[in-house]
Nanobody
Framework: QVRLVESGGDLVQAGGSLRLSCAAS????????IAWFRQAPGKEREGVAC????????YYADSVKGRFTISRDNTKNTVYLQMDNLNPEDTAVYYC?????????????????WGRGTRVTVSA
């Protein structure tokens, strides 16, 4: 059974950092592309970052480029999202998602498996 569990969400002040984790089980992480999405209250879900399953290529939304870093540890079956220089606009529930294959995407329609999310709140 494929399962994704996010953790690491918290309340942080603007300018601070957080590291989110996405622990995967029921499948071999290296065969899947993993992405982080976020959804703020009253807004549509937004793709944030994606990492390829094969060669660890990455892709970021313009809104987080240079501040967020996605990485993976296949030995731990875990993907991370390091978030630096956070601002209140980053406040959202963050989800990780998986799709088999080696491509990169920030389109939620392309992902088959989803976690339940972890909440990030950035205070001004």
């Amino acid at each position: 059974q494929v399962r994704l569990v996010e953790s690491g969400g918290d309340l942080v002040q603007a300018g601070g950092s957080l590291r989110l984790s996405c622990a995967a089980s029921g499948f071999t992480l290296g065969y899947y592309a993993i992405a982080w999405f976020r959804q703020a209250p009253g807004k549509e879900r937004e793709g944030v970052a994606c990492i390829s399953g094969r060669n660890e290529d990455t892709y970021y939304a313009d809104s987080v480029k240079g501040r967020f870093t996605i990485s993976r540890d296949n030995t731990k079956n875990t993907v991370y999202l390091q978030m630096d220089n956070l601002n209140p606009e980053d406040t959202a529930v963050y989800y990780c998602a998986a799709v088999i294959g080696y491509g990169l995407s920030l389109s939620s329609d392309e992902f088959d498996y989803w976690g339940r999310g972890t909440r990030v709140t950035v205070s001004a």
